[in-house]
């Protein structure tokens, strides 16, 4: 449960009693509007991706009833909707082209069989590694191909299979139009583009029909009320349907296309897999029952797919983004919306023949040339050319466009690992004086072809003189690393001074050369290694303080923030479930996560001057820590609850210095810790003991026996009470020594007094107790 939830949102009924089982439809109403949503969208886009390949049309729809049932019962994506993609049809239309029907069909069956050996061999993550640039510029080439074909239909006549051909034929295209299908093709786009934006209220309640369904059907109607002679679709008998064949060839070209086909196929699926699992995580409402999706398991899912929907005669199948956001915004929870809706395209393609045939060709081609325009995203093209990867989008396109799918893809690849090798090969290395301060500026990756470049600039500086090097840039190899180090130690030698900095003047503590016999390493940001260094420590100043924190926060954004975005992801959707509350103290130099080796969701932490936690019912007492206390055990449900003391603590040193005299926040607060303060006095027990040592002195005694107190006054909280009563808590004691860097752990029996060294899980040669792992793992 989440800490934002409200205590009460606790079952309602008995704890010990069965909650009240209500039985699951086998097909919930979520899923059953999203699969008629879904179907709607599908039937019009399967027979125009038909059209647009040269295949016959029942094709289309074999392939969505395919795409539905087999990828959706056995893919790994639950809510991805698969079927004949707009980034197949030019792969598919050359395949026809050159060896038929019936042989591009036992390449759909090979191609997945392809798929299978990548899923079973789990390389499915390895097809994200491809540039964003390149597979958006597959796309976009794509959509530009189609779209030049699919405007010789609307304009009445027939494309040629090359886009040159298309784009030379053009004007004799124009000079011979046909009205009638220019006119279904108008009114198709007409509707395409105002669907979406009818006004006002009836126009919300319109919009849920989906434009490309009301677009063909409007063009339909508007066909047969007309009377207009226009060629329409035309599905053959099932009887006639032709199947897959042998494939016949030339064995290097069947290889190619099976490659060709596998590739776009894949990649194509697996990236709309991620992007349904960035969908579903930006949907409101509880994702509980959809997962994050498992791209081996969708490659096999898709292989399968293929593998039927070729042997029946189908196109090749791949994730469809328009079909699968639908399904998603549609609000489906599991796969049955994706199978539902291929069992009504099947039903579809056996009883609605009739109403089928009625569609003008022309009225599919618009629909299918609006799609290709629209796989040329200007928001994709905002995007590369931010990162600087126009070169590469446009090679992949051109090379789409001109040569065919496969070529372009490897000549955007051959680009994209150029840009890569340019990027790191250009280092701009400047050097100049001012005021007497020699000012060395490397813009760039600093590798070792940019070493001789760098030594030349080095040794410009004189002996003795202060040099400043700013380097700005993402990487450093050993190379220029060490020759970097092996000048500053050379320059500093001999009297001179060097300073390393960022792009504005921030130290770069990471890089800077240890002292003589330092042993730390710069795995840390902060720069409070200052004991290794000659010179007393200087407390930074606000200004100088305020970069350090902005420089660490950048840190974490550019190191981090990558390596945890998906695990946030996940605790922001299921809200935290920590087994363990963490009360310890505010000091600076105890680190709980790096001290318990524990990450977000691990622990609930409390953090207070002194680890003190007020008795219940105390006059003038403070409830924060009650509160956090009482939400932790009945709210969160923690298994355990740690109280963690730490040496050279200052609260426990003003309580043996000046009690809890004066009236500020801080005494009245530090009225907490006197019973802590009496029971160190009166010597009530034999006093807290070290792993067999006595406490070192009265402020490591008074620490020690503070957190037993501050133990005894938690088993007073009632929400404490009732757990510890029901066996559902653990109570546990800590200690870090600061100075050692060592944890001791005081078991949670009641009148323990010895604190245990932990050395990695084992406390003094027995295991740490199950409900603390992380509090008992040595840092």
Same mark, same amino acid.
């Given at each position: 449960?989440?800490?934002?939830?409200?205590?009460?949102?606790?079952?309602t009924?008995?704890?010990?009693s069965?909650?009240?089982?209500?039985?699951?439809?086998?097909v919930?109403?979520?899923?059953?509007?999203?699969?008629?949503?879904?179907?709607?969208?599908?039937?019009?886009?399967?027979?125009?991706?038909?059209?647009?390949?040269?295949?016959?049309?029942?094709?289309?729809?074999?392939?969505?009833?395919?795409?539905?049932?087999?990828?959706?019962r056995?893919?790994?994506?639950?809510?991805?909707?698969?079927?004949p993609?707009?980034?197949?049809?030019?792969?598919?239309?050359?395949?026809?082209?050159?060896?038929?029907?019936?042989?591009?069909?036992?390449?759909?069956?090979?191609?997945?069989?392809?798929?299978?050996?990548?899923?079973?061999?789990?390389?499915?993550?390895?097809?994200?590694?491809?540039?964003p640039?390149?597979?958006?510029?597959?796309?976009?080439?794509?959509?530009?191909?189609?779209?030049?074909?699919?405007?010789?239909?609307?304009?009445?006549?027939?494309?040629?299979?090359?886009?040159?051909? !298309?784009?030379?034929? $053009?004007?004799?295209?124009?000079a011979?139009?046909?009205?009638?299908?220019?006119?279904?093709?108008?009114?198709?786009?007409?509707?395409?583009?105002?669907?979406?934006?009818?006004?006002?209220?009836?126009?919300?309640?319109? @919009?849920?029909?989906?434009a490309?369904?009301?677009?063909?059907?409007?063009?339909?109607?508007t066909?047969?009320?007309?009377?207009?002679?226009?060629?329409?679709?035309?599905?053959?008998?099932?009887?006639?349907?032709?199947?897959?064949?042998?494939?016949?060839?030339?064995?290097?070209?069947?290889v190619?296309?099976?490659?060709?086909?596998?590739?776009?196929?894949?990649?194509?699926s697996?990236?709309?897999?991620?992007?349904?699992?960035?969908?579903?995580?930006?949907?409101?409402?509880?994702?509980?029952?959809?997962?994050?999706?498992? $791209?081996?398991?969708?490659?096999? &899912?898709?292989?399968?797919? !293929?593998?039927?929907?070729?042997?029946?005669?189908?196109?090749?199948?791949?994730?469809?983004?328009?079909?699968?956001?639908?399904?998603?915004?549609?609000?489906?929870?599991? @796969?049955?919306?994706?199978?539902?809706?291929?069992?009504?395209v099947?039903?579809?393609?056996?009883?609605?023949?009739?109403?089928?045939?009625?569609?003008?060709?022309?009225?599919?081609?618009?629909?299918?040339?609006?799609?290709?325009?629209?796989?040329?995203?200007?928001? =994709?093209?905002?995007?590369?050319?931010?990162?600087?990867?126009?070169?590469?989008?446009?090679?992949?396109?051109?090379?789409?466009?001109?040569?065919?799918?496969?070529?372009?893809?490897?000549?955007?690849?051959?680009?994209a690992?150029?840009v890569?090798?340019?990027?790191?090969?250009?280092?701009?290395?400047?050097?100049?004086?001012?005021?007497?301060?020699?000012?060395?500026?490397?813009?760039?990756?600093?590798?070792?072809?940019?070493?001789?470049?760098?030594?030349?600039?080095?040794?410009?500086?004189?002996?003795?003189?202060?040099?400043?090097?700013?380097?700005?840039?993402?990487?450093?190899? =050993?190379?220029?690393?060490?020759?970097?180090?092996?000048?500053?130690?050379?320059h500093?030698?001999?009297?001179?001074?060097?300073?390393?900095?960022?792009?504005?003047?921030?130290?770069?503590?990471?890089?800077?050369?240890?002292?003589?016999?330092?042993?730390c390493?710069?795995?840390?940001?902060?720069? !409070?290694?200052?004991?290794?260094f000659?010179g007393?420590?200087?407390?930074?100043?606000?200004?100088?303080?305020?970069?350090?924190?902005?420089?660490?926060?950048?840190?974490?954004?550019? !190191?981090?923030?990558?390596l945890?975005?998906?695990?946030?992801?996940?605790?922001?959707?299921?809200?935290? @479930?920590?087994?363990?509350?963490?009360?310890?103290c505010?000091?600076?130099?105890?680190?709980?996560?790096?001290i318990?080796?524990?990450?977000?969701?691990?622990?609930?932490?409390?953090?207070n001057?002194?680890?003190?936690?007020?008795?219940?019912?105390?006059?003038?007492?403070?409830?924060?820590?009650?509160?956090?206390?009482?939400?932790?055990?009945?709210?969160?449900?923690?298994?355990?609850?740690?109280?963690?003391?730490?040496?050279?603590c200052?609260?426990?040193?003003?309580?043996?210095?000046?009690?809890?005299g004066?009236?500020?926040?801080?005494?009245?607060?530090?009225?907490?810790?006197?019973?802590?303060?009496?029971?160190?006095?009166?010597g009530?027990?034999?006093?807290?003991?070290?792993? &067999?040592?006595?406490?070192a002195?009265?402020?490591?005694?008074?620490?020690?026996?503070?957190?037993?107190q501050?133990?005894?006054?938690?088993?007073?909280?009632?929400?404490?009470?009732?757990?510890?009563a029901?066996?559902?808590?653990?109570?546990?004691?800590?200690?870090?020594?600061?100075?050692?860097?060592?944890?001791?752990?005081?078991?949670?029996?009641?009148?323990?007094?010895?604190?245990?060294?932990?050395?990695?899980?084992?406390?003094?040669?027995?295991?740490?107790?199950?409900?603390?792992?992380?509090?008992?793992?040595?840092?």
């Amino acid at each position: 449960m989440s800490a934002c939830a409200p205590p009460h949102a606790q079952p309602t009924h008995p704890p010990h009693s069965p909650a009240p089982q209500r039985r699951r439809p086998f097909v919930e109403g979520a899923d059953l509007s999203a699969a008629v949503a879904v179907f709607l969208i599908a039937l019009p886009l399967s027979l125009g991706i038909a059209l647009a390949t040269g295949a016959p049309l029942q094709a289309g729809l074999v392939a969505a009833a395919v795409g539905g049932i087999v990828a959706g019962r056995l893919g790994g994506c639950p809510l991805q909707v698969s079927g004949p993609a707009a980034g197949l049809t030019v792969v598919t239309a050359e395949l026809i082209h050159r060896y038929g029907w019936r042989t591009t069909c036992g390449i759909t069956v090979l191609a997945g069989l392809a798929q299978l050996g990548l899923g079973c061999l789990r390389v499915a993550r390895g097809a994200l590694a491809v540039s964003p640039a390149v597979v958006h510029g597959m796309l976009a080439g794509i959509g530009i191909t189609i779209a030049v074909a699919q405007l010789h239909i609307v304009l009445g006549g027939s494309p040629d299979s090359s886009v040159l051909a !298309n784009v030379r034929a $053009l004007p004799a295209q124009l000079a011979d139009l046909h009205p009638a299908a220019v006119s279904m093709s108008v009114l198709t786009l007409a509707l395409l583009l105002a669907w979406p934006r009818l006004p006002g209220r009836a126009g919300r309640a319109l @919009r849920r029909l989906p434009a490309a369904l009301v677009a063909v059907t409007g063009a339909t109607a508007t066909a047969a009320l007309a009377g207009l002679t226009l060629p329409r679709v035309d599905l053959p008998s099932w009887s006639s349907h032709a199947l897959a064949g042998l494939p016949e060839g030339p064995v290097a070209g069947l290889v190619a296309a099976v490659l060709t086909t596998t590739l776009v196929c894949s990649v194509q699926s697996l990236l709309g897999a991620v992007a349904v699992d960035k969908l579903v995580a930006a949907r409101p409402g509880p994702q509980s029952r959809v997962g994050r999706s498992d $791209l081996d398991r969708e490659l096999l &899912g898709q292989g399968a797919a !293929n593998i039927v929907s070729g042997a029946l005669g189908g196109l090749p199948v791949a994730g469809v983004a328009v079909r699968s956001t639908a399904n998603v915004a549609s609000g489906a929870v599991s @796969r049955n919306s994706t199978m539902l809706h291929g069992v009504l395209v099947v039903v579809a393609a056996l009883l609605m023949v009739p109403l089928l045939e009625e569609i003008p060709l022309a009225s599919l081609a618009a629909l299918v040339m609006a799609v290709g325009i629209q796989m040329v995203s200007l928001h =994709h093209i905002r995007t590369v050319t931010r990162h600087g990867e126009v070169p590469v989008y446009a090679a992949t396109t051109l090379g789409v466009v001109l040569f065919g799918v496969l070529e372009g893809v490897l000549l955007g690849v051959a680009t994209a690992v150029a840009v890569v090798l340019r990027r790191l090969a250009r280092t701009r290395i400047t050097h100049e004086e001012e005021e007497g301060v020699h000012h060395l500026r490397v813009r760039g990756q600093l590798t070792f072809l940019a070493v001789p470049r760098l030594s030349r600039a080095l040794h410009l500086v004189p002996q003795g003189a202060h040099a400043v090097v700013e380097l700005d840039g993402s990487f450093m190899d =050993h190379a220029a690393y060490e020759s970097l180090q092996d000048w500053r130690s050379a320059h500093t030698a001999r009297g001179g001074t060097a300073e390393l900095t960022g792009r504005r003047g921030a130290a770069r503590p990471a890089e800077q050369a240890p002292a003589p016999g330092c042993r730390c390493r710069p795995w840390t940001p902060w720069r !409070n290694h200052r004991f290794c260094f000659a010179g007393p420590p200087a407390a930074p100043d606000g200004h100088r303080a305020g970069r350090e924190l902005a420089r660490g926060i950048s840190s974490f954004q550019r !190191n981090t923030a990558p390596l945890m975005r998906e695990e946030l992801a996940r605790l922001a959707r299921e809200g935290q @479930r920590p087994s363990q509350l963490f009360l310890t103290c505010a000091d600076s130099r105890l680190v709980t996560s790096m001290i318990t080796a524990s990450g977000p969701g691990d622990l609930f932490v409390v953090r207070n001057v002194g680890n003190l936690v007020p008795p219940p019912g105390e006059e003038h007492g403070d409830d924060s820590v009650a509160a956090a206390v009482e939400y932790a055990v009945d709210v969160l449900g923690v298994r355990s609850v740690t109280v963690c003391g730490h040496s050279g603590c200052g609260a426990m040193q003003a309580l043996l210095t000046a009690g809890s005299g004066g009236r500020g926040p801080l005494q009245r607060w530090l009225r907490h810790g006197l019973p802590s303060l009496a029971r160190a006095a009166d010597g009530r027990d034999a006093g807290p003991r070290l792993a &067999g040592r006595a406490p070192a002195d009265a402020v490591e005694r008074l620490c020690l026996t503070n957190v037993i107190q501050q133990l005894a006054h938690l088993r007073a909280h009632e929400p404490v009470a009732r757990a510890l009563a029901r066996g559902d808590l653990e109570l546990h004691g800590m200690y870090f020594h600061v100075g050692e860097a060592q944890a001791y752990l005081l078991p949670g029996t009641e009148g323990a007094t010895v604190f245990e060294e932990v050395t990695e899980g084992v406390a003094a040669g027995k295991e740490a107790p199950g409900p603390v792992p992380a509090a008992a793992r040595q840092v």
